[in-house]
């Protein structure tokens, strides 16, 4: 929360347009804060607020925060950015994104591009693109699961390096930004584009909530967000889904202490 707190001040100064996104804006609008099982924080942002605010954080430390893109960050992977807690924590994720010192509590943002209806042929053909690039990236840094798509990918993840295809998913992200358009879509999500593409309407203004203990501004249109996502979503999963979707372990200041100890 006070990363988040951060950000929101940054982009207040700055009149840098952000909204809680996905698993955060339900836990905004149900919880009035994180889902209990959930253990990161996802914001999204128009394009255009989205490429200055990469543009001026750059590859600064700001309030003990650093920017992980492909523009900022050499080895980083993923076609959205990051902002990671600089220095100790007593959170340490398990997912390899970036250097040892930069596994602590982050927040993911992802951009919001024109988009077609998501029935478009146009639009699924795009996303089609957009979905091989990504799994060409995630093979060459060996976080690609599935058997059949490592196999399918190899060369091409060989051949073609991370910062070539991380520049080629934002030109395809970006593929209808000359049309005037009545949609926007998050491209770089990992949920269906079905499940991610709004019209632009519910996104003209801003509405303050409460998350924790600090207010975070949420797209006015919310209500048809969430429900495009998960449907009826003021009703709480079966416990059995009630599981966190990515991996933070506790170490405390002891465990801190021996990992530095033992380096």
Partial sequence: VALLKKIDAFCTVNNITYYMSEGSLLGTVRHNGFIPWDDDIDIMMPRTDYDRFIKMWGNQTIDEMMLLHYSTYKSYYLPFAKLVAVGPTNFRSLMRIADDDLMGPSIDIFPLDNALAKDNMNQIKLCRKIRKHRNIVLTKVGYMKRFEARVNYFWPSRILTARYLLKKIDRLMKNNHQK??????????????????FRKELFETTKRMRFEDIEVNIPSGYDKILSTIYGDYMTLPPVEKRVSRHSYQWIGPDNQKNMETNK
């Fill in 180 to 197: 005037k358009t009545d949609y926007i879509a998050n491209f770089a999500s990992s949920y269906p584009i079905n499940k991610e593409t």
